[in-house]
């Protein structure tokens, strides 16, 4: 094996923490891509505590030229080996079923600078070897994804599947995204996908959801060839509410005042007492209210969840329906006369209505009254003169 560079461990902090981590991510690699040597484009980390420092030597047998010392002709030559050998190792990663192996050989390929590639001229073959892979530094400003600008990788589409919190597909959902200094907005379709055309490969993409202008539920994305991305879009549904009174009867036309955050809303009950407050996030508060003589009345607390009838009580006068008002009542005037057409005093009348039975005597004028008559009562009457 030959020593390709020699870094002083103070001088470098690595994406995966100690120089023995290192060293066991290489050690992976090479169990990983056993065969087709796919990971001989980094140089193997060899921690010396005595000197408390990393060698990085090569398995690539030739001469070993910086980078920075080689001739325009030979830089082109090295750029297109880098090329050549990192798309070879992503195409290999692309055959696992999960994408992490491709998202670590991303972050394998950081380097700090030009510095930390090297040219392994052999008899006849030529190969690009990488130390300090996996570099993070401290250096205000230093550039990210260094080795992917130098190699120019190519550009691709992102497809993103929209989902919600629930796993459940999200169409129609509105994110905006930020990439390579630019803004784009798009809309989930019905097979609840967005598409991002002719992105950088290993380019950052950062998404975001609003609401009255306030940036939400946000997240990230490296664009990887064959990349899979899953978007998590927030849960809003429609709430709905049903109006009570203390007697569980349905209460129409009931106006309700909901808080939701910062947004407040007024609605009415309809005529089977709902209220429906529109594109609530699961999982939120929701405060209700009436206001009465300025006054807030009934108050209730929510949490919105799915599959939920949320029951708003008031307390509420029954109104009680008219009593039925008594028809007038009348008194019955009788008159007993005699053939003759003379009136007869002390006549005994007997009188049936209603099953009832009432017996009266005339007056010196022949006169009696059946008094508090209901109009239309059937009255039968029979006088009989005494003797």
Same mark, same amino acid.
């Given at each position: 094996m030959a020593i390709v560079?020699?870094?002083?461990?103070?001088?470098?902090?690595?994406?995966?923490?100690?120089?023995?981590?290192?060293?066991?991510r290489y050690n992976q690699m090479k169990r990983t891509f056993p065969e087709g040597k796919e990971y001989l484009i980094f140089a193997e980390p060899i921690f010396v505590?005595?000197?408390?420092?990393?060698?990085?030597?090569?398995?690539?047998k030739g001469n070993i030229i910086n980078f920075q010392k080689l001739s325009p002709t030979d830089q082109s030559i090295a750029k297109r080996l880098l090329k050549k050998?990192?798309?070879?190792?992503?195409?290999?990663?692309g055959t696992y079923e999960t994408d992490e192996l491709t998202e670590f050989i991303y972050n394998c390929i950081e380097i700090p600078s030009m510095e930390n590639i090297f040219l392994v001229r052999g008899d006849g073959e030529d190969n690009?070897?990488?130390?300090?892979?996996?570099?993070i530094s401290d250096a205000p400003g230093m550039?990210?994804?260094?080795?992917?600008?130098?190699?120019?990788?190519?550009?691709?589409?992102?497809?993103f599947d929209v989902i919600f919190e629930d796993e459940q597909p999200a169409p129609n959902q509105k994110f905006f995204f930020e990439f390579e200094d630019q803004s784009q907005t798009h809309i989930s379709d019905a097979n609840a996908q967005i598409t991002?055309? =002719?992105? +950088?490969?290993? /380019?950052?993409?950062?998404?975001?959801? *609003?609401?009255?202008?306030? &940036? #939400?539920?946000?997240q990230s994305f490296i664009c990887y060839e064959n990349g899979k991305y899953k978007l998590i879009a927030i849960l809003k549904i429609d709430m709905p509410f049903t109006v009570l009174n203390?007697?569980?009867?349905?209460?129409?036309?009931?106006?309700?005042?909901?808080?939701?955050?910062?947004?407040?809303t007024t609605l009415t009950s309809d005529e089977n007492g709902k209220i429906i407050l529109p594109q609530i996030k699961v999982g939120?508060?929701?405060?209700?209210?009436?206001?009465?003589? =300025?006054? +807030?009345?009934? /108050?209730?607390?929510?949490?919105?969840? *799915?599959?939920?009838?949320? &029951? #708003?009580?008031?307390?509420q006068e029954i109104e009680q329906p008219p009593a039925k008002e008594e028809p007038p009542k009348y008194d019955m005037k009788f008159k007993v006369v005699d053939k003759k057409g003379n009136p007869v005093a002390n006549a005994n009348v007997k009188i049936k209505y209603n099953g009832k039975t009432v017996e009266k005597v005339t007056d010196e004028n022949g006169y009696t009254i059946l008094d508090g008559m209901k109009p239309n009562t059937k009255v039968k009457v029979k006088a009989i003169k005494k003797k």
């Amino acid at each position: 094996m030959a020593i390709v560079d020699r870094k002083k461990i103070e001088n470098i902090r690595y994406l995966f923490g100690s120089p023995s981590t290192v060293n066991s991510r290489y050690n992976q690699m090479k169990r990983t891509f056993p065969e087709g040597k796919e990971y001989l484009i980094f140089a193997e980390p060899i921690f010396v505590p005595d000197t408390n420092s990393i060698l990085w030597s090569t398995e690539h047998k030739g001469n070993i030229i910086n980078f920075q010392k080689l001739s325009p002709t030979d830089q082109s030559i090295a750029k297109r080996l880098l090329k050549k050998s990192i798309q070879a190792l992503l195409q290999a990663a692309g055959t696992y079923e999960t994408d992490e192996l491709t998202e670590f050989i991303y972050n394998c390929i950081e380097i700090p600078s030009m510095e930390n590639i090297f040219l392994v001229r052999g008899d006849g073959e030529d190969n690009v070897v990488l130390s300090e892979w996996g570099f993070i530094s401290d250096a205000p400003g230093m550039e990210k994804g260094l080795l992917a600008k130098i190699i120019n990788v190519k550009r691709v589409d992102m497809v993103f599947d929209v989902i919600f919190e629930d796993e459940q597909p999200a169409p129609n959902q509105k994110f905006f995204f930020e990439f390579e200094d630019q803004s784009q907005t798009h809309i989930s379709d019905a097979n609840a996908q967005i598409t991002l055309l =002719e992105v +950088k490969v290993d /380019e950052e993409v950062k998404t975001y959801q *609003k609401e009255d202008e306030g &940036i #939400l539920n946000p997240q990230s994305f490296i664009c990887y060839e064959n990349g899979k991305y899953k978007l998590i879009a927030i849960l809003k549904i429609d709430m709905p509410f049903t109006v009570l009174n203390q007697n569980d009867q349905i209460v129409p036309n009931c106006t309700f005042t909901f808080e939701n955050n910062s947004n407040t809303t007024t609605l009415t009950s309809d005529e089977n007492g709902k209220i429906i407050l529109p594109q609530i996030k699961v999982g939120d508060q929701v405060n209700a209210y009436q206001t009465i003589n =300025e006054e +807030k009345k009934f /108050e209730h607390s929510f949490i919105c969840e *799915k599959d939920k009838d949320n &029951i #708003l009580k008031i307390k509420q006068e029954i109104e009680q329906p008219p009593a039925k008002e008594e028809p007038p009542k009348y008194d019955m005037k009788f008159k007993v006369v005699d053939k003759k057409g003379n009136p007869v005093a002390n006549a005994n009348v007997k009188i049936k209505y209603n099953g009832k039975t009432v017996e009266k005597v005339t007056d010196e004028n022949g006169y009696t009254i059946l008094d508090g008559m209901k109009p239309n009562t059937k009255v039968k009457v029979k006088a009989i003169k005494k003797k």
